[in-house]
Structures are given as C-alpha cells and as structure tokens.
C-alpha cells in the first residue's frame, strides 16, 4: 500500500488508542477498587448501553475480517459462520442470559458452585474459562497481524509481530487499569464505529450493483474462479466425507458455543436485574442480526470487485478481504476515496480487535483471580486482594496470548474462533445446563462435565490437521494428525454432556434437594440475585 494508506491509517489508529486510552484513564481514577466495580462496572448499566457492549464484544475480527474473507473465498460455504454465529444468540436469550444472571455473581463457576462444593468445581470452570479465552484472544491477535501487514504492503512478518505484541501490551493496560467499566466504553464505541463502517460499506456495495443482488452474486461467481459452485454448497466442505462432517461438527460448535464464552457470560452481570439482561440480549441480537447480513453482502462484494484470486494472493487466509473491498470501492489504489476508505476499514477493524481483547482479558483475569486463585491459594500464605490477582492474571494472559498469536498467523481468524467456540460448547455448555435444569446433578457430574469436555476437545484440536500432517497446517512440516476433522464439536461436546452424566450417576454424594429448590428459585424470579 502506498504512504497515504499508511499515513492515514496510522493516524486514525492513534486518535482510536488515544480516546480509548483517555476513557480508560478517566475511570481509572473514579474507581473505588472494589471487586464488583472490577468485574462488573458497579452494575450500573442500562440494556441498551450493555445491548451495545454485548455487540462490541461478540463482533469481533473474526466477524469483520474472517467471515467476509471465508465468503470471499469459498461463497456459499463460508456463509455457515455468519449464520451459525447469530442463531447462537437465540440460545442464550431462551436458555441462558437471565438464569445466569440471577445465579451467578462474576463468572461461569458462580452459577455452577451455588449447589456444588466449590473448591473443585471453580478449579475446574476457571481452568476452561482460561482455555477458551487464550483460544479466543489467539483470534483477534492474527486478525491484528494480517490487518497491519496489508498496510504496510504484506513484507514485514517483523512488523505483524510487533503489532501483535502491541495489542497484547494495548489490552493489558486497558484492562489492569480500567476494569469492567472501561472496557465496556471502549465495546460501546467500538460497536457504534463497526456498525457504522459496515452500513457505508454495504451501501456502496450495492450501489455499485443498483440495488440487484442478483447481479452481485452472479458477478462473485464470475471472479471467484469456481462459476456456479461458488453459490452451491460444497465448495470448501463438499469434498471427501471428512469435509462434510466437519460442516456439521463446525455449525454445532457455533450455535452452541456463544452460551458458553466466559467473555458473553460476564457482560450479563454489569447490569442491576435480570430483566436488564434480558433486554441486552435483545438490543445485541437487533444489532448482530444487522451485521451478519451485512458480512454476507460485503464477502460476495469482495469476491465481485476485487476478485478471490486476489484476495488469496494478499492474504492466504482470506483475512484481507474487506480493506480490499474498501479500496475498490473507494476509486481503487492511489485515488483519494480509495486512500480514506481503505484507511478508514483498517483503523475500525484494529479498534474491533482491541476492544474484543479487552473483553475477554478482563473475563480470563476474573476466572484467575476469582476463581483459581480463591481455590488454590494455601491457608496461612499472604493474601492479596482479587482485584490485584487479576491485574497480574492480565499480563500472564496477555504474554501467552501474543506468544500464541506469533505462532498462528497465518491461519483464518473465523476459523480460530470455530475451535474457541468448540472449546465453549464442549465444557462450559453441559456444567451450566446440567446446573441449571437437572435436580440431581452433584459435584463429581460438574467436574467430569467440564474436563470430559474440554480435555478430549483441546486433544483433538492438537491431533487434527489443523496442528499437522498439511501444508496449510501450524507446523506443515510435522505429521502426528490422528484425528480426521478440523473442529472437534461433533465429538467432544457429546463429550462433556456424557461424561457430566456418567460423573453424576456414579457419585456417592447425594444430591442437595434444598441447594437445588434454593437456586431454581433464584433463577427463575431473582430473588436473592446479587
């Protein structure tokens, strides 16, 4: 890209650091330090402005940058992201958002030690609350990379490292400093600039078509490379059998997975009732609904204007698609439209990626603090406040996430967060249904759920030829795949329901009827909700 490209994206990256570094330094210092401030914002907002952070949270670079670029590449196949990921929502609004709400406190292992023993129960949520966010951050780190090294013309793999290593650094100090209150700005800002850069887009999209998708999708097929099939099922997942299950297991893992993103859990509990939270999920749903529709115009868009061909040769995983598609729209390369659009895509995709990583740290660092923390540390040992631990869980979270992000770079972002979200589905989903509807549930199912989830699921990520044994693996070099498909959902969330259910019928400790009626009743009409 040419230097006005990079002049004028670097300067729309700093105003978004410089404002978000300001909200977070404004509420640094009208906090009070407390616990429930920290995690949960003094409980203080309204369903809308939570609605919105929801939004920001859940729209990340794989939604912006990943889904666009699958459809670009593969069309109609890479449509099953943009669908999977908001029927999940009606999941969470009919199952999930104020049950958990009225029985939890901070974290996933609130809900789920209300009725069980704590101590191993909150061992094991925090362990796979931790997993799945590190999963999650890995994401948006690669979407940051692939972002900045289109901007400075794909050369640097320098330069995409150290802009994940900045980002890691970025998200660290929004949430040590700022807490939940902070973060939830930055998500409400970033969801407003995200929704307004993908209606523009969008708009200019189908201008340029006068309004026929029609033309649109007949003109992506042209460019695609593949004619009709483009808009057929079966191009990327239609090949050999083990494609075609890896469709079912990938769509299972979306739909089931948001219940389960420690991240999504934690915003439910910075609003004062549960019919707030509610009410979230509907303001969020509205706002998601739009995006995704929009994310399919703006794939086949790319697809139609700038071509797949070319999208794949600026970035083998399709993760450059929409600045692409900017820059067409605009007036192409070296014209002025071109420049301040291209500029303007890239600066709200990396505020995207930055406000996402701070969500989830915060959510990973109050697993650590709340959680893990509470659990292990010995009798008699120095105590140090929960706040403090999860400022310091903060920076562990943020050095392996940019270690890990280091490593897979060159992978698609949407498919990362597919395994995050199989991760999800697999151990947090059974513990939290299993919790809430089932009377006899014990502590030993609530374990076995968890670790009967998320170990066979990590075991098969790590066995899969996404690790090894192809050349688009992170180590093509290497050959231990021993398990066929790409995401593991299809087996490992059967999983942890089985493992929960054998866990629970195999325990000597009877289940407490009274702890059970206690938090039914809670869940249901609230009362006693914190």
């Known amino acids: 890209m040419n230097g006005n490209h990079q002049t004028l994206a670097l300067l729309l990256f700093s105003a978004f650091i410089a404002v978000t570094l300001a909200i977070t330094t404004w509420v640094s210092r009208n906090r009070h330090g407390s616990a429930e401030e920290f995690y949960a914002g003094g409980r203080l907002f309204s369903p809308?402005?939570?609605?919105?952070?929801?939004?920001?949270?859940?729209?990340?670079?794989?939604?912006?940058?990943?889904?666009?670029?699958?459809?670009?590449?593969?069309?109609?196949?890479?449509?099953?992201?943009?669908?999977?990921?908001?029927?999940?929502?009606?999941?969470?609004?009919?199952?999930?958002?104020?049950?958990?709400?009225?029985?939890?406190?901070?974290?996933?292992?609130?809900?789920?030690?209300?009725?069980?023993a704590e101590r191993p129960v909150r061992i094991a949520a925090g362990t796979s609350s931790v997993t799945v966010s590190v999963l999650y951050l890995v994401a948006q780190m690669v979407g940051a990379g692939s972002l900045v090294a289109l901007l400075l013309g794909g050369t640097s793999s320098a330069a995409r490292s150290w802009t994940v290593i900045g980002v890691g650094a970025l998200m660290v100090i929004y949430v040590s400093l700022g807490g939940m209150r902070a973060t939830t700005w930055i998500q409400i800002v970033k969801a407003v600039l995200l929704m307004a850069g993908a209606v523009v887009l969008t708009v200019l999209v189908l201008v340029h078509f006068h309004g026929n998708f029609n033309a649109l999708l007949n003109s992506a097929a042209?460019?695609?490379?593949?004619?009709?099939?483009?808009?057929?099922?079966?191009l990327r997942y239609g090949g050999y059998w083990t494609a075609r299950i890896d469709f079912i297991s990938l769509g299972l893992a979306l739909v089931l997975g948001t219940a389960g993103l420690p991240h999504i859990l934690s915003r439910f509990y910075t609003v004062p009732t549960a019919r707030a939270a509610r009410r979230s999920v509907v303001w969020s749903i509205g706002l998601i609904g739009s995006f995704y529709l929009m994310t399919i115009v703006l794939g086949f868009g790319a697809a139609a204007l700038v071509g797949s061909a070319e999208v794949q040769a600026s970035n083998p995983a399709g993760n450059t698609a929409v600045p692409l598609l900017a820059l067409v729209l605009g007036g192409g390369e070296g014209s002025t439209g071109g420049t301040i659009l291209f500029a303007v895509v890239a600066a709200v995709a990396f505020a995207t990626i930055l406000a996402v990583v701070a969500g989830i740290t915060l959510a990973s660092s109050a697993s650590v603090a709340h959680d893990l923390y509470a659990s292990l540390r010995r009798p008699g040992t120095k105590q140090y406040s929960e706040v403090t631990v999860a400022r310091v869980a903060a920076v562990g979270i943020g050095v392996a996430a940019i270690g890990l992000g280091l490593v897979a770079q060159d992978l698609n972002v949407a498919f990362l967060v597919g395994l995050a979200f199989a991760v999800a589905a697999s151990a947090n989903l059974p513990v939290l249904l299993y919790s809430l509807f089932w009377r006899n549930f014990t502590t030993r199912g609530a374990v076995w759920s968890v670790y009967g989830g998320l170990i066979p699921a990590v075991l098969l990520v790590l066995l899969s030829p996404v690790v090894s044994g192809s050349p688009t693996s992170l180590f093509p070099g290497a050959d231990f795949q021993l398990f066929p498909?790409?995401?593991?959902?299809?087996v490992s969330i059967p999983l942890g329901f089985l493992a929960g259910w054998i866990g629970t019928v195999t325990s000597t400790e009877p289940p407490d009827a009274a702890k059970h009626a206690e938090t039914e009743v809670r869940a249901l009409t609230g009362a006693g909700a914190v």
Do not use: Q
Not at 62 to 87: E, K, P, R
Not at 222 to 234: C, D, K
Not at 485 to 490: A, F, I, S
């Open 485 to 490: 498909l790409e995401n593991p959902g299809l």
């Open 48 to 116: 809308m402005e939570n609605g919105f952070a929801i939004a920001g949270d859940y729209m990340s670079a794989a939604s912006f940058l990943g889904i666009s670029g699958l459809i670009a590449l593969f069309g109609y196949d890479g449509m099953l992201y943009s669908v999977g990921f908001l029927v999940a929502w009606l999941v969470v609004l009919l199952l999930v958002a104020e049950l958990v709400r009225n029985c939890g406190r901070f974290t996933l292992a609130d809900v789920v030690a209300a009725r069980m």
């Open 222 to 234: 042209e460019r695609s490379g593949h004619g009709r099939r483009f808009l057929s099922p079966g």
